[in-house]
Every structure is written in structure tokens, then in C-alpha cells.
């Protein structure tokens, strides 16, 4: 099992940016290539960007690339995502995710999920 939180949501302007955090407790982080996902109300959960075991690859959603950076730290077993000239489209919940291989962009593709951060952004 791998636990996964979340953080770093909130309220902000378009225009702005929002770092989120995801950090990861049980099995062993690194073996996990890591994913972020969104969801709007009343809308499916979608894939944003995913990251490798080691950070050397990374492939993101169009509506994101450009604007938002996946990384991580396996040192301190956290994933992050910078999200600059956020849009008002862009507000959803954000979830983190752990998969077990890379590449995928399903929500079936991941096995472990964290609870979810709220990024909202005002016009």
C-alpha cells in the first residue's frame, strides 16, 4: 500500500500560480512512477501529467504543456506540481496518484490515490 496526501490547493487569480505537493508514506516511493489528475464538478476525472521513477521522463496533457511542471523528490518521497498562468478552466480537485508503470493516462492505469486538493481560480 502507499499512502498519498495532498496539499498546496487554494484560491487564486488567472494569471497566478499554485504549487501542489503530494507526499507518499508506505512502500517504497521511488519504485512508483507518479501522476497528477483533476477533476471539475460534474465533469471526469482527467489526466494532467505524469513522472517517471527518477524524474528524467515526464509527459503532460495539452491543455497543461507549458504551463505546469511535474517533479519530484525522492528524498523527501514527495511529487509536486507547479502550475503557473493558471486559468479558470484549470479549477478542479487535484488528485495525486501512484502507478506501476509509466506512461499511462487513465485513472485505471494507477493504483493508489490520494484524497484530493482544490485549486480554484477566479477571472
Known amino acids: 500500500q502507499v499512502q498519498l496526501v495532498e496539499s498546496g490547493g487554494g484560491l487564486v487569480q488567472a494569471g497566478g500560480s499554485l504549487r501542489l505537493s503530494c507526499a507518499a508514506s508506505?512502500?517504497?516511493?521511488?519504485?512508483?512512477?507518479m501522476g497528477w489528475f483533476r477533476q471539475a464538478q460534474g465533469k471526469e476525472r482527467e489526466f494532467v501529467a505524469t513522472?517517471?521513477?527518477?524524474?528524467?521522463?515526464?509527459y503532460y496533457a495539452d491543455s497543461v504543456k507549458g504551463r505546469f511542471t511535474i517533479s519530484r523528490d525522492n528524498a523527501k518521497n514527495t511529487v509536486y506540481l507547479q502550475m503557473n498562468s493558471l486559468k479558470p478552466e484549470d479549477t478542479a480537485a487535484y488528485y495525486c496518484?501512484?502507478?506501476?508503470?509509466?506512461?499511462?493516462?487513465?485513472?485505471?492505469?494507477?493504483?493508489?490515490w490520494g484524497q484530493g486538493t482544490q485549486v480554484t481560480v477566479s477571472s
Open positions: 513522472i517517471n521513477w527518477n524524474g528524467g521522463r515526464t
Open positions: 496518484a501512484a502507478a506501476r508503470s509509466f506512461g499511462g493516462v487513465a485513472p485505471k492505469d494507477y493504483a493508489y
Open positions: 508506505g512502500r517504497t516511493f521511488i519504485n512508483y512512477p
